[in-house]
């Protein structure tokens, strides 16, 4: 099953990714600071589909991670 990891402490909170994934399942994570001071995005946890959508919205290189399936796609 495809899944996004958000490193936490590269995000900055644009919410580009969150506007961007087709399918609405990504958020901001209010209950949570980062390093930089910034509430991360959070990958809610099911609906994925892999499409690589948010890893190219993103202009954080190492924020999003993409497994499509059960392998590492982008870095
Ligand atoms: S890979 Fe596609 S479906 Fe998965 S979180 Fe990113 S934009 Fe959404
Ligand atoms: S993961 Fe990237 S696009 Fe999403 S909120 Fe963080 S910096 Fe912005």
């Known amino acids: 099953m495809a899944k996004i990891v958000v490193q936490v402490d590269h995000c900055k909170g644009c919410e580009l990714c969150v506007e961007a994934c087709p399918v609405g399942c990504i958020e901001i994570d209010?209950?949570?600071?980062?390093?930089?001071?910034?509430?991360?995005?959070?990958?809610?946890?099911?609906?994925?589909?892999?499409?690589?959508?948010?890893?190219?919205?993103c202009p954080e290189p190492d924020a999003i991670?993409?497994?499509k399936k059960n392998e590492r796609e982008a870095a």
């Open 65 to 67: 991670i993409v497994y």
């Open 30 to 57: 209010n209950e949570v600071l980062n390093k930089l001071g910034y509430h991360p995005a959070k990958y809610k946890g099911t609906g994925c589909t892999g499409c690589g959508i948010c890893y190219y919205t």
